[in-house]
């Protein structure tokens, strides 16, 4: 790989980082992680892979339909450069694929039928977690790497997984955050048909939350729903109706 600018790493960086801005769109930053990689190094192609909630690796972005057919290839044959990288975390670099059939006996045939001549692998991780990979096919005219640049494209995957992993966790907030409100709205909602049942029937708030959740249990019903209900349309309730 040539030379690359402080410049051009600065700029690739600066759009790493854009997954901590609002209205971050993740296909969309995949691809140009993607398609980024794939230009430092002048290579063939990029591919990347991320983990699903079960641990599974997924084909999310690659920088041409070629690669994205050898990379589901090698998901549905589960060997290859992307798994190795994402199962140990660490990085598979310079491997000549025609001799490779040792380490991947269905994998690297499929990806030198493709045109690729060598291919790279850099785990996307955060410390001991790793969350994916980023694929790199180099062809003959390039994509070949040299020791420096093994540390800038393993930065750049790190840089990714940060990003990553800080949108993901700002969604789980906002799940959180969803998940809260909505606890408190409910509570809103029992407190006051805990009032309107002690009014009906002339009894304490605590007697009343009692029979509310009584017929909650008895109807097979949830709390929330038979507040609600006591709120907006007792007369669905005929058993709480009266006193």
Not at 54 to 64: H, I, N, V, Y
Not at 95 to 112: E, G, K, Q, T
Not at 138 to 156: C, K, R
Not at 214 to 237: F, P, Q, S
């Amino acid at each position: 790989m040539s030379s690359v600018s402080t410049e051009r790493l600065a700029t690739i960086f600066v759009e790493a980082a854009d997954t901590l801005v609002d209205e971050f769109d993740l296909l969309d930053f995949l691809h140009m992680l993607t398609d980024r990689a794939q230009s430092l190094v002048g290579a063939a192609a990029a591919g990347l892979m991320l983990a699903d909630e079960r641990g599974r690796l997924e084909f999310m972005a690659g920088s041409d339909e070629n690669v994205r057919l050898v990379e589901l290839f090698q998901l549905q044959n589960d060997q290859g450069p992307c798994l190795e990288a994402f199962r140990t975390g660490q990085s598979i670099v310079n491997v000549d694929l025609a001799s490779a059939s040792d380490r991947w006996p269905r994998f690297a045939p499929r990806a030198v039928e493709a045109g690729f001549r060598s291919v790279h692998a850099f785990p996307l991780r955060l410390r001991t977690q790793v969350i994916g990979a980023l694929n790199i096919f180099g062809s003959a005219t390039g994509g070949d790497f040299d020791a420096a640049d093994i540390p800038i494209m393993q930065t750049l995957a790190d840089i990714a997984t940060i990003g990553l992993m800080q949108e993901r966790a700002i969604r789980r907030s906002e799940a959180l955050t969803e998940q809260l409100q909505g606890a408190l709205n409910s509570r809103i909602i029992i407190e006051q048909a805990k009032g309107a049942i002690a009014q009906v029937h002339g009894v304490g708030v605590d007697e009343a939350f009692r029979r509310i959740r009584a017929y909650a249990r008895n109807n097979n019903r949830r709390l929330t729903e038979v507040a609600e209900l006591i709120v907006t349309d007792l007369a669905a309730l005929p058993g709480l109706m009266k006193p």
